[in-house]
């Protein structure tokens, strides 16, 4: 294979150039169906090619696999909608749990997961549950690792003043499939100092309430 120098380069890319402004000079508004070919031939490539590469590369399935376990009765995970993040977790208990004002409770889930190795399942509060009835997860997100093979159980806490029941097969908390940098792409490196930012170590409400 010859590899070009930079003059020999620098010269084929500017005549290159030329012929494809030469090309679109004399094309009118409206160009014919035949213009994509006719530029490509003078290039030296084959558009039916090039499409049918094109074509291949996206065909391509990108879905990465989430293996589970489901040991109860009810449904298996599922996004409820196209394009929702999280899927619905329900509570895997056979009698009701009460949660006082404060309370808080490890609730299992009868389900198991494999993730892959790149990504983390997060542990996620239910909106309807946290704006109506100060319901949440107390270590939002919770982390599941992708070498976890154990039940995944939800940490709930009652942040209200009313007591709280929890039921058989209630939606309690919802999972999210996220990418996280782990040992394989990321390494810590000790420094001395850090480089400066026009915010550096400003925090905890230094740029205001309003």
Same mark, same amino acid.
């Given at each position: 294979?010859? &590899?070009?120098?930079?003059?020999?380069?620098?010269?084929?890319?500017?005549?290159?150039?030329?012929?494809?402004?030469?090309?679109?000079?004399?094309?009118?508004?409206?160009?014919?169906?035949? /213009?994509?070919?006719?530029?490509?031939?003078?290039?030296?490539?084959?558009?039916?090619?090039?499409?049918?590469?094109?074509?291949?590369?996206?065909?391509?399935?990108?879905?990465?696999?989430?293996?589970?376990?489901?040991?109860?009765?009810?449904?298996?995970?599922?996004?409820?909608?196209?394009?929702?993040?999280?899927?619905? %977790?329900?509570?895997?208990?056979?009698?009701? %749990?009460?949660?006082?004002?404060?309370?808080?409770?490890?609730?299992? /889930?009868?389900?198991?997961?494999?993730?892959?190795?790149?990504?983390?399942?997060?542990?996620?509060?239910?909106?309807?549950?946290?704006?109506?009835?100060?319901?949440?997860?107390?270590? /939002?997100?919770?982390?599941?690792?992708?070498?976890?093979?154990?039940?995944?159980?939800?940490?709930?806490?009652?942040? @209200?003043?009313?007591?709280?029941? &929890?039921?058989?097969?209630?939606?309690?908390?919802?999972?999210?499939?996220?990418?996280?940098?782990?040992?394989?792409?990321?390494?810590?490196?000790?420094?001395?100092?850090?480089?400066?930012?026009?915010?550096?170590?400003?925090?905890?409400? @230094?740029?205001?309430?309003?």
């Amino acid at each position: 294979m010859s &590899i070009l120098g930079d003059e020999e380069l620098e010269n084929s890319m500017k005549e290159t150039l030329k012929k494809l402004q030469d090309m679109s000079s004399g094309l009118d508004d409206k160009e014919d169906e035949s /213009t994509d070919e006719k530029i490509f031939e003078s290039l030296g490539l084959d558009l039916d090619e090039l499409k049918k590469i094109s074509e291949e590369s996206f065909d391509v399935d990108n879905t990465i696999d989430i293996s589970f376990r489901n040991t109860t009765q009810f449904e298996d995970p599922k996004y409820n909608h196209k394009d929702d993040s999280g899927f619905d %977790i329900r509570a895997n208990i056979e009698d009701d %749990i009460v949660l006082s004002s404060l309370d808080r409770a490890v609730i299992p /889930t009868g389900l198991f997961f494999q993730v892959h190795e790149d990504y983390e399942l997060q542990i996620r509060p239910r909106s309807g549950l946290a704006a109506k009835y100060g319901i949440t997860v107390l270590n /939002t997100p919770g982390t599941i690792d992708s070498n976890y093979r154990g039940e995944i159980k939800v940490i709930l806490i009652n942040l @209200s003043k009313e007591e709280y029941t &929890i039921k058989r097969g209630d939606r309690v908390a919802q999972g999210v499939i996220a990418y996280v940098l782990k040992e394989r792409w990321s390494t810590f490196k000790k420094i001395k100092k850090l480089a400066s930012t026009t915010r550096n170590s400003g925090g905890l409400g @230094s740029t205001g309430k309003n």
